[in-house]
């Protein structure tokens, strides 16, 4: 069993920055891509980055040139640097993992999510 802990939301003033962590724990044989997702009230829940285990990124239009994805592989962990908030990007924030663990029979990959972190930016 894994699981995907997410921290570093919060409240900030627009303009501001803030750094979302995500460390997946458990059984992990390996992990692929991860990236964050939000949610907004009465929104869909929409992706705002990837990175791949090879260290790609894509991110989403809304945030490109603002905000940083990135991993520490040694440590299963993935970030989001956010700059230059803005009150659109309040959100709940969650991390997505898809991650493999091996079982006697062989190897699963699944789709894990975290959470979930609130990010609220308002003055």
């Known amino acids: 069993q894994v699981q995907l802990v997410e921290s570093g939301g919060g409240l900030v003033q627009p303009g501001g920055s803030l750094r979302l962590s995500c460390a997946a724990s458990?059984?992990?044989?390996?992990?692929?891509?991860m990236g964050w997702y939000r949610q907004a009230p009465g929104k869909q829940r929409e992706l705002v980055a990837v990175?791949?285990?090879?260290?790609?990124?894509n991110y989403a239009d809304s945030v490109k040139g603002r905000f940083t994805i990135s991993r520490d592989n040694a440590k299963n962990t993935v970030y989001l640097q956010m700059n230059s908030l803005k009150p659109e990007d309040t959100a709940v924030y969650y991390c997505?993992?898809?991650?493999?663990?091996?079982?006697?029979?062989?190897?699963?990959?699944?789709?894990?999510w975290g959470q979930g972190t609130q990010v609220t930016v308002s003055s």
């Open positions: 997505n993992a898809a991650i493999a663990v091996q079982f006697p029979a062989g190897i699963r990959t699944s789709n894990e």
């Open positions: 458990g059984s992990i044989f390996s992990i692929n891509a």
């Open positions: 990175i791949t285990s090879g260290g790609r990124t």
